[in-house]
């Protein structure tokens, strides 16, 4: 932590309480967050804080990332597709694209005048990106795109959709490029259904539709095809970084509800927390809280210096999910019955937590990675 971090974290902690915690209800009945907290957050600076400034974003690194994601977890806003839009898809078009996307379209994602989102997964094709059938064959000077895509994060408000499609079938996965698809451009693009799921209620999570939709050449980023599988590889460490830091912060903010509960309540007429067993299992949640805030801190400073690589990525995601799911259900357990009503954060929060082992690639996958390695 700096200086600078410390007032980013103000900042941000100040902005989720303004702006997020008293709409989580709402925005869990509606599937998605009101369109303007992307324009307040870009108002305020929130949005693509490791973008460079040149291209409108902080000019900060993959720590200011981190710090907002905490900051999320500790507001108990699973709503807000943020580290989607700031840490993932302004990251394709930073890394990949030419000089002239990145001046298009990244100062429109710092502002929330473009959300954006990533569409990889498809109705037949989840974790295993090499299957995808969504196809973009060239046409002169466009691309007719057609296929759908599902469990797409800010699908249903995003304005820039980086699309995973194959450009020649018959290469497989090297036949695959990312093409940009602005939807305010797009006749024969289709949202579907805003998922109901059962957790991350508030967060709009889509259906997509691509209907033979024209798209100019000029979207196909990096500007050659055939690049896209690489792409994807050689970013997917940072997504599934974003999603150990999401998982660690979780776990710490509910042992801290659980450890506030219990000394509040009472059972037999004492607090819950003068039991052996309250003490011995918030014991074991705050060791498992040090443990993985220490595995998960190391993997951020080597991705700062550039050195996280696939396998380390891959342990940190599967290790921090699985454990928040495993604390987060300790704490409901203590909690008791109000740990099952909804009105409860610790019950948002369990539910919430259950999907971290499926997507950014499933557990199991990450464990067959991390295996290839040894």
Same mark, same amino acid.
């Given at each position: 932590?700096?200086?600078?971090?410390?007032?980013?974290?103000?900042?941000?902690?100040?902005?989720?309480?303004?702006?997020?915690?008293?709409?989580?209800?709402?925005?869990?009945?509606?599937?998605?967050?009101?369109?303007?907290?992307?324009?307040?957050?870009?108002?305020?600076?929130?949005?693509?804080?490791? *973008?460079?400034?040149?291209?409108?974003?902080?000019?900060?690194?993959?720590?200011?990332?981190?710090?907002?994601?905490?900051?999320?977890?500790?507001?108990?806003?699973?709503?807000?597709?943020?580290?989607?839009?700031?840490?993932? *898809? $302004?990251?394709?078009?930073? +890394?990949?694209?030419?000089?002239?996307?990145?001046?298009?379209?990244?100062?429109?994602? $710092?502002?929330?005048?473009?959300?954006?989102?990533? =569409?990889?997964?498809?109705?037949?094709?989840?974790?295993?990106?090499?299957?995808?059938?969504?196809? +973009?064959?060239?046409?002169?000077?466009?691309?007719?795109?057609?296929?759908?895509?599902?469990?797409?994060?800010?699908?249903?408000? =995003?304005?820039?959709?980086?699309?995973? &499609?194959?450009?020649?079938? +018959?290469q497989g996965a090297a036949g695959m490029s990312l093409l940009v698809v602005e939807t305010g451009h797009a006749p024969g693009f289709r949202r579907g259904r805003v998922l109901d799921k059962v957790g991350l209620k508030g967060q709009?999570?889509? /259906?997509?539709?691509?209907?033979?939709?024209? *798209?100019? =050449?000029?979207?196909?980023?990096?500007?050659?095809?055939?690049?896209?599988? &690489?792409?994807?590889?050689?970013?997917?460490?940072?997504?599934?970084?974003?999603?150990?830091?999401?998982? *660690?912060?979780?776990?710490?903010? &509910?042992?801290?509800?659980?450890?506030?509960?219990?000394?509040?309540?009472?059972?037999?007429?004492?607090?819950?927390?003068?039991?052996?067993?309250?003490?011995?299992?918030?014991?074991?949640?705050?060791?498992?809280?040090?443990v993985t805030r220490a595995f998960v801190d190391e993997c951020v400073e080597a991705h700062l210096a550039g050195r996280l690589d696939v396998p380390t990525a891959a342990m940190a995601k599967w290790w921090a999910t699985d454990r928040?799911?495993?604390?987060?259900?300790?704490?409901?357990?203590?909690?008791?019955?109000?740990?099952?009503?909804?009105?409860?954060?610790?019950?948002?929060?369990? &539910?919430? +937590?259950?999907?971290?082992?499926?997507?950014?690639?499933?557990? /199991?996958?990450?464990?067959?990675?991390?295996?290839?390695?040894?």
């Open positions: 932590m700096t200086d600078d971090l410390d007032q980013l974290r103000e900042l941000a902690r100040t902005f989720l309480r303004k702006e997020s915690v008293p709409h989580h209800e709402r925005w869990a009945a509606q599937r998605h967050v009101d369109r303007d907290l992307w324009t307040k957050a870009g108002e305020v600076g929130l949005l693509c804080l490791s *973008v460079p400034e040149e291209y409108g974003g902080g000019g900060g690194t993959f720590a200011h990332e981190a710090v907002l994601l905490e900051e999320q977890a500790r507001a108990g806003d699973t709503a807000w597709g943020n580290s989607v839009h700031s840490g993932i *898809v $302004a990251h394709y078009v930073l +890394a990949y694209g030419t000089e002239q996307q990145k001046r298009r379209w990244l100062p429109k994602l $710092a502002s929330g005048e473009y959300v954006g989102a990533i =569409a990889m997964s498809e109705p037949g094709a989840g974790s295993d990106l090499q299957n995808v059938t969504t196809r +973009a064959l060239r046409d002169g000077d466009e691309y007719v795109l057609t296929g759908s895509k599902t469990f797409i994060t800010n699908g249903a408000q =995003a304005d820039l959709v980086v699309v995973v &499609a194959k450009t020649d079938p +018959a709009d999570t889509a /259906e997509l539709f691509f209907d033979d939709v024209r *798209v100019p =050449a000029d979207n196909l980023l990096g500007g050659a095809e055939g690049q896209g599988f &690489a792409q994807l590889m050689r970013q997917l460490p940072q997504e599934r970084l974003i999603i150990a830091v999401a998982s *660690v912060a979780g776990i710490e903010a &509910a042992v801290d509800l659980t450890v506030d509960y219990v000394k509040q309540r009472t059972a037999f007429g004492r607090e819950l927390i003068k039991f052996q067993n309250t003490r011995f299992k918030l014991a074991e949640c705050a060791t498992e809280a040090r928040l799911c495993a604390v987060v259900d300790e704490c409901v357990q203590l909690f008791g019955g109000y740990g099952y009503m909804t009105e409860y954060p610790i019950a948002r929060a369990w &539910a919430d +937590a259950r999907v971290q082992k499926i997507y950014g690639g499933t557990n /199991e996958i990450m464990k067959e990675i991390i295996a290839r390695s040894l």
